[in-house]
């Protein structure tokens, strides 16, 4: 072999060097391009390293496979949004459905919805309040007006004391992405907080799928995925690993869907949910956020193309 041939062939394994370092750093979608250029000058150089028959062909077969191989796990991106320009109603557009949302001082987009009244403080507490103060009531306005005129004054009372429902808050956004995806986000929650992802459909932006994340998700009261269709809700899966997530830390989660209709979920890198959904096949025009209690800051938010699922 002579110097330049050696000279080319050091080229192309050092470029693949190159490559496989890129990708097991997890680089980040915007470098996509770069790696699609490497790629491309790889395939240019082996194939002039062929034509040359400066090396074994089975030698020159497994580069090109590998130069496939890394080709496979580009990521093709279809939405990302980190907030850093501190505002959700332009690049991308996110339209507020009910309440507030609004990006803090950490370029996260935050919402909160207050608790119920009996969520802060316990509900034994509460009934013991509304009895004695009901039967303090009750006494005084027996004495003067009669029983008829106190079982008035205790209906209103107890209705005046009673907790209005907490009001959601919701905000969407348009953006095309296949049956197959990838879902990744960072977020914290306070407690007792409870919101939900949902993948909307057609250009309506019918609610599909709904992933309903309990911060302080348990067996008992686990994280689900829930198939909308019209007015019924179909839960498809479940949640059995329950790592902690309602500390006020930040946490990832990550939603994949792939081709056969397979679903998990990862939250911090751990699969806490694995189930299967083939109902709707078509792409997703949209999704949705919806902050059901407490507060919610979402860091970032991507959804790639799934790769396919690693062999178990």
Not at 25 to 49: W, Y
Not at 269 to 281: A, L, N, P, S
Request: aromatic fraction near 10%.
């Amino acid at each position: 072999m002579t110097f330049i041939a050696k000279g080319l062939m050091a080229g192309i394994v050092l470029n693949l060097c190159l490559v496989s370092g890129l990708f097991s750093a997890s680089v980040p979608p915007d470098d996509n391009q770069a790696l699609k250029s490497m790629l491309s000058e790889l395939e240019a150089k082996i194939d002039d390293a062929d034509k040359r028959m400066i090396a074994h062909p089975n030698f020159i077969g497994d580069l090109r496979a590998l130069v496939q191989k890394y080709k496979a796990q580009l990521r093709q991106l279809f939405f990302r949004d980190d907030f850093d320009d501190a505002n959700f109603d332009k690049t991308p557009e996110w339209t507020v459905k009910s309440g507030q949302f609004s990006v803090n001082s950490d370029g996260q987009l935050y919402s909160f919805v207050a608790w119920q009244a009996g969520d802060e403080q316990t509900g034994e507490t509460a009934q013991q309040n509304k009895s004695v103060e009901a039967e303090a009531v009750g006494i005084i306005l027996d004495s003067i007006f009669g029983s008829a005129q106190k079982k008035k004054a205790t209906t209103q009372t107890t209705r005046q004391t009673q907790a209005e429902p907490a009001q959601p808050a919701a905000i969407y956004t348009r953006t095309m992405f296949p049956a197959a995806f990838e879902m990744n986000m960072a977020f914290k929650s306070s407690p007792k907080g409870e919101f939900d992802i949902t993948l909307l459909g057609t250009n309506k932006l019918s609610a599909r799928y709904r992933l309903n994340v309990k911060a302080d998700h348990s067996n008992e009261n686990p994280i689900e995925i829930i198939r909308e269709s019209g007015a019924r809700s179909f839960t498809v899966g479940a949640s059995e690993t329950f790592p902690v997530i309602n500390d006020g830390n930040v946490h990832t989660l990550s939603w994949i869907r792939y081709a056969n209709g397979a679903m998990i979920v990862l939250i911090d890198d751990v699969k806490v949910m694995q189930t299967y959904e083939v109902y709707y096949r078509d792409d997703f025009t949209g999704v949705e956020l919806t902050n059901n209690k407490g507060s919610h800051a979402w860091d970032s938010i991507e959804i790639f193309k799934a790769l396919a699922p690693e062999a178990d």
